[in-house]
């Protein structure tokens, strides 16, 4: 089984407690929105530990370098089967000035043409409300624990 590690990082915006998410880049989801975005996360290399991995995966992904204290959530598996592992922690961070490592594909399909695109095109802070409609559906389980680690 595939596995990924990721943060979720949050912080208080007048006495509200926001989400940090990132939509994936690249043709496949310029046209989707809700339900799309995610935690900046990625896949283990082999041997790593997966907290390392998450703060790997984040840097790349944003620029930005999470700090500790990390606080473990439950792993959630997606619809392909995915097992993804996640850390919350505390941080702050523009959304507006992420910077993302990339890949190369070819598109359109079957036209020999390679191009590049960022592997997060757009990242936002978000309320509880709207990081449940935009996020993907099975990692909205990372937000509801993390509501509840910070009530206790």
């Known amino acids: 089984m595939k596995q990924s590690a990721g943060i979720?990082?949050?912080?208080?915006?007048?006495?509200?407690i926001q989400f940090f998410l990132v939509h994936p880049g690249g043709p496949f989801f310029a046209k989707k929105n809700e339900g799309w975005w995610t935690i900046p996360k990625g896949e283990l290399l082999q041997n790593e530990l997966p907290l390392d991995a998450a703060v790997r995966e984040f840097e790349e992904e944003t620029g930005y370098s999470?700090?500790?204290?990390?606080t473990e959530l439950q792993s959630i598996t997606q619809k392909g089967g995915k097992k993804v592992l996640c850390w919350?922690?505390?941080?702050?961070?523009?959304?507006?000035?992420?910077?993302?490592?990339?890949?190369?594909?070819?598109?359109?399909?079957?036209?020999?043409?390679?191009?590049?695109?960022?592997?997060?095109?757009?990242?936002?802070?978000?309320a509880i409300e709207e990081a449940k409609i935009l996020i993907n559906e099975r990692?909205?389980?990372?937000?509801?624990?993390?509501?509840?680690?910070?009530?206790?």
């Open 66 to 70: 999470p700090k500790g204290p990390f």
């Open 139 to 152: 990692q909205a389980a990372f937000l509801e624990e993390l509501l509840t680690v910070l009530k206790t």
């Open 88 to 126: 919350a922690a505390k941080g702050d961070l523009d959304d507006g000035t992420i910077t993302s490592n990339t890949f190369e594909m070819e598109w359109p399909p079957k036209s020999g043409r390679k191009q590049i695109y960022p592997e997060v095109d757009k990242a936002g802070w978000f």
């Open 8 to 16: 979720l990082l949050y912080r208080m915006n007048d006495g509200e």
